[in-house]
């Protein structure tokens, strides 16, 4: 007996397309975020884009008037986010992207209370408390979608990124749990896992290692294109790069072979991560 294609079809299936949708971005004042935000005004879509960056926030409304409207807030304040909420009420939105994040490369033994506390705020707690206030009002939309940027460290474990690693674990499992809960609803929930990315975010230390490493570094444009088309294609997850899946497959299937991969891997790290300025 032949299976049926588990393949989504290659159309764009949202309702009245990209002008029909009104989207909450965050952490749309810098990297993918903004890439997205360009993205998506440039395809017609509605925007109420929020961030930390005011200057880069009314950058993107003087570009796109018609399309976009901002508000300023820092998702880990209660008010901020309060803010922001009522501003996506007000707006119906219908789509989230959860694209707001932060990262600080370090060992693990030199990093702080509340250098974890505040990577946690950022990456998770915040998000996971912003997408629980908007569930109920997605819930009474015709049709509605929550997507959260993750990352290849979501499903892979790296020297160095240890704190992060861990709030990109917890946001592949929320995405995959509210999925599941949701799968009887009229709320669709993907989850986006780019590689390495060239960002702001990014430290002079991680762009030296990822070129003493040979990883691929993608440009933000590229990486908001690649989410456009997950959502066109109707992807429940995405992870960008194949050379990437294929070790997040193997980290699944024979995690020792990566742990051996790693090791040797180390001293190099260890050279960049503990370094002030990048080794030539």
Sequence with gaps: MRLPSLRWPRKNR????????????????????????????Q?????????????????LIDRFPNHITAVSADLTNANDRSRLISAAHAANCNMLINAAGSNQQGFFEST????????????L???????????????ACPQATIITIGSTLGR???????????????????????????????VRVMYIAPRATRT??????TEALN???????????AVALAIVRAVEHRREELQIGR????????????????DRALLRQLPMIRRFVTSKEPTP
């Design 14 to 41: 949202l309702p009245g397309g990209w002008p029909g949708q009104r989207i909450l971005i965050t952490g749309a004042s810098g990297g993918i975020g903004m890439a997205l935000a360009e993205a998506l005004a």
């Design 43 to 59: 395809r017609g879509a509605h925007l109420l884009v929020s961030g930390r960056k005011q200057d880069a926030l009314t950058a």
């Design 112 to 123: 702080s209370d509340s250098d974890i506390e505040n990577l946690v705020a950022i990456n």
């Design 125 to 139: 707690t915040a998000t996971l408390q912003l997408t629980r206030a908007l569930l109920p009002h997605f819930m």
């Design 156 to 186: 892979l474990g790296y020297p160095g990124q240890v704190t992060y690693c861990a709030t990109k674990f917890a946001l592949r499992g929320f995405s995959q749990a509210l999925r599941r809960e949701l799968a009887d609803t009229r």
């Design 200 to 205: 702001a975010m990014n430290s002079p230390q």
């Design 211 to 221: 070129a003493a490493l040979g990883n691929a570094v993608d440009m933000p444009s």
């Design 243 to 258: 050379q990437e899946r294929f070790f997040t497959r193997l980290n699944s299937l024979w995690p020792g072979a990566v």
